[in-house]
């Protein structure tokens, strides 16, 4: 979370794992285009920065942010995707329209993440004004874009080390 404590593009570059030869999809809501354009932007110079080959990031578009979790879905059936980055940004108006968005791709997201085994990274805005959302976006709380693709590495990252470790104590009689 952004707040005046914490940037969101701050972070120990050298806690990140390497993304070579990683392939992670960048699925991005057109909706609110300005700031997620923004984020998206964030996320792939992020990945870049952490050794993911330009060829290994497949940037794809959805109308809007509820739409991430459907488009995630596809891009999660494919086997030569690592993780799924989602970008979105919901604004918080005078209904519950809010509300029912923010929920339901919150819970399709942590849905997918568990059907498929694989990161499906919340990289969704959830502000209650557009300067908020531009603070988040590259202004003075950094952007949210990083963030997503330094989760979306460092969960790759676990995974390989639970998958090693695994490994290891099945070779020594530990595992099951």
């Known amino acids: 979370m952004a707040t005046a404590l914490k940037n969101l593009s701050d972070y120990d570059a050298s806690s990140v794992p390497s993304g070579a030869g990683k392939r992670i999809a960048v699925l991005v809501a057109e909706w609110n285009a300005e700031i997620t354009h923004a984020l998206a932007q964030g996320a792939i110079r992020t990945l870049h920065k952490h050794e993911v080959a330009e060829t290994d990031v497949e940037l794809h578009h959805v109308p809007g942010t509820f739409e ?23 604004i918080q108006g005078d209904t519950r329209h809010f509300d029912f968005i923010c929920d339901s ?55 390989e080390d639970i998958e090693s470790t695994n490994r290891a104590g099945k070779q020594l009689g530990y595992g099951m």
């Open 105 to 159: 791709v919150t819970q399709g997201l942590t849905e997918l993440n568990i059907r498929h085994g694989k990161p499906f990274v919340f990289g969704v805005l959830t502000t209650h004004t557009q300067e908020q959302a531009q603070e988040r976006a590259g202004g003075k709380h950094g952007n949210k874009g990083d963030e997503a693709a330094v989760t979306a590495l460092k969960m790759l990252g676990l995974r």
């Open 68 to 90: 991430l979790t459907l488009g995630a879905h596809w891009l999660g059936r494919r086997n030569d995707i690592d993780a799924v980055i989602c970008i979105g940004c919901v």
